[in-house]
Every structure is written in structure tokens, then in C-alpha cells.
């Protein structure tokens, strides 16, 4: 299930007009990478499966770690898998097998030769440990270098809470953030300046065509809160950002 609003709207987005702050879904020939935390792996797999609807060939991966699909069958473990995949008009996850029922990056030469197959790749390429925030370290987050949509994601589980208790390298976001304080409960500003700032969630984006979802819109509260978020967001510059309650299915 998944439900999205948009700045100075009420009602619930149609699916045309999710595709207006979100044009990418209209299109193919993507790479999207997914960053952040509060819902990166549900929101892939909801467009993974919006995508593979409109007849596009789909690949699902990370340059992380994701959990093997709660779904049979839509594991690849090659190109051949993945086209049969398609033809059946499902979506394609890729990735090494890895402890827990996890799955880390594909290796090369299965990325590229099904990157080159397929209309759309949608890659977690961060990690926030199931907590709403994220604030990367040097390393982070991994983008691959064909990318070109980045979608930064935050949870509103995070706001009113503290910086220890919600945010991963919660250290970095103190830094970023200018406190001392681990105890430092995070406001709306806050949580927009981490989702725009080159230092927060759009970290390495670069030129690619930055989006943001505030997830975990579950209460009016929170919308309400989310609603702040997305003004702050539009203000410097970043209109493409919805508010969303998501669900695995």
C-alpha cells in the first residue's frame, strides 16, 4: 500500500499526479539510486512493481545490502532469469547471496550485462540500519556511477526524537546539524537540512536529478510536520518531494 500528498495539498495524490512530482515514472532509461532511511526498500520495491506494470524492464539491486524479496521468484541469478522474469512482466532483483538471507552488490559483469538490458535499475545504495534518519559517513552512501535520479528518504518516525535514538551515525549528523547534544531532538528544519545538504542525504548526488520522500506520514501530526519539510525542501530548490505513508505488502 502507498499513499503520497505533495506540498499544499490535503487529499491524496492520483497516480498522475505522483508522475508530475515524479516524472522519471514516465520515462525509461533510468538508473535510480535510493539513499537515506525510513522506507529506501519498500519505496524500491513499490516502483520496481509500478514500473514493471507499465511494461518496463525492471532491475531491482544494491551496491549495499538488501534483504533476498519477500515475493518467490523474483530472484536472478543471471541475465537469463531476469528476461524470463520480464517476459512474465515481473521485475528482476540481482545481487551475491550473502549472510542472513541478504544480498550485497552483483558482481560486475552481471550488473552491467543486465544494466544493459533493462529499461529501468533501481539500487539501494545505502544502509541506515531500520533506523528514519541518515546521515552518511566519508564513505557513504554508494552510488553507482550510472546513475542518474537520486532519491533521498527520510522516516517521520524521526521527528521530536533524539538524534541517539533515531538517526544512524547520529556523531555526523550532530556535526552537521552544529550540536553538541546526542540528546538533540530533531525539528522540521532539521530534518530538511539533512535531506537537502550535500553533507546529509543528497551527499554525491551531484548532477544527478535529486528527489526527496518523507515516509512514515502516518498521523496528521506527522503530515503536518511533513508539510513544514517540503516548504524548507522547496526553498532551496528541491520540488520534487512528496509526502508518503508506505507499506510492505
Known amino acids: 500500500m502507498a499513499l503520497f500528498w505533495h506540498l499544499g495539498q490535503?487529499?491524496?495524490?492520483?497516480?498522475?499526479?505522483?508522475?508530475?512530482?515524479?516524472?522519471?515514472?514516465?520515462?525509461?532509461?533510468?538508473?535510480?539510486?535510493?539513499?537515506?532511511?525510513g522506507g529506501k526498500t519498500t519505496l524500491m520495491y513499490f516502483l520496481a512493481d509500478r514500473f514493471s506494470r507499465k511494461g518496463c524492464r525492471t532491475i531491482v539491486t544494491t551496491t549495499t545490502h538488501i534483504f533476498m524479496p519477500e515475493q518467490a521468484g523474483r530472484y536472478a541469478k543471471d541475465c537469463e532469469q531476469a528476461v524470463r522474469l520480464w517476459e512474465d512482466g515481473s521485475y528482476a532483483v540481482i545481487g551475491s547471496p550473502a549472510e542472513h538471507g541478504k544480498l550485497t552488490m552483483?558482481?560486475?559483469d552481471l550488473l552491467h550485462s543486465c544494466m544493459e538490458l533493462a529499461d529501468i535499475v533501481l539500487a539501494?545504495?545505502?544502509?541506515?540500519?531500520?533506523?528514519?534518519?541518515?546521515?552518511?559517513?566519508?564513505?557513504?552512501?554508494?552510488?553507482?556511477?550510472?546513475?542518474d535520479v537520486v532519491i533521498g528518504v527520510m522516516g517521520m518516525k524521526a521527528f521530536g526524537k533524539s538524534l541517539k535514538d533515531v538517526c544512524f551515525r547520529y556523531e555526523h549528523a550532530m556535526r552537521l546539524l552544529k550540536t553538541e547534544s546526542e540528546g538533540h531532538c530533531l525539528t522540521a528544519e532539521d530534518m530538511a537540512q539533512i535531506l537537502s545538504s550535500e553533507s546529509g542525504t543528497r551527499k554525491y548526488a551531484g548532477q544527478c536529478a535529486y528527489y526527496a520522500a518523507v515516509n512514515q506520514c502516518?498521523?496528521?501530526?506527522?503530515?503536518?510536520?511533513?508539510?513544514?519539510?517540503?516548504?524548507?525542501?522547496?526553498?532551496?530548490?528541491?520540488?520534487g518531494a512528496v509526502l508518503a505513508k508506505l507499506k510492505s505488502e
Open 10 to 37: 490535503d487529499e491524496e495524490l492520483e497516480e498522475a499526479e505522483v508522475e508530475k512530482v515524479f516524472p522519471f515514472l514516465q520515462e525509461k532509461n533510468h538508473v535510480i539510486s535510493l539513499v537515506g532511511g
Open 124 to 147: 539501494e545504495a545505502d544502509g541506515a540500519k531500520r533506523l528514519p534518519c541518515k546521515v552518511p559517513a566519508e564513505h557513504e552512501p554508494v552510488i553507482l556511477p550510472e546513475s
Open 106 to 108: 552483483p558482481s560486475g
Open 218 to 239: 502516518d498521523t496528521q501530526e506527522q503530515r503536518q510536520a511533513g508539510r513544514e519539510i517540503l516548504k524548507m525542501l522547496n526553498q532551496t530548490g528541491i520540488s
